[in-house]
């Protein structure tokens, strides 16, 4: 299971991300459908490392929000 963080983007759809998969990133018009693109991504991105034998990064989520 991978951590994502949802926010909206400057074109009023929302942009998901997966901060432990550099670049894997998507977007939708809802937050559902964000979260269920992102998944999709996410399961791509390992497929494609795995095809390639490449390393999967391992979880980890190094963020604060924080209000300045």
């Keep these: 299971m991978r ?3 949802v926010y909206r ?3 009023g759809f929302w ?3 997966c ?5 894997c990133v998507t977007q939708g018009e809802t937050q559902d459908s ?3 693109n992102i998944r999709e991504a996410i399961d791509a991105y390992v497929d494609a490392l795995e ?3 490449l390393p999967v990064p391992e979880e980890h989520f190094d963020a604060r ?3 300045v």
């Design 3 to 5: 951590q994502a963080l």
């Design 9 to 11: 983007g400057e074109d």
């Design 15 to 17: 942009v998901a991300e």
């Design 19 to 23: 901060p432990s998969l550099p670049g």
């Design 34 to 36: 964000a979260l269920a």
């Design 51 to 53: 095809a390639d034998k």
């Design 65 to 67: 929000l924080v209000t």
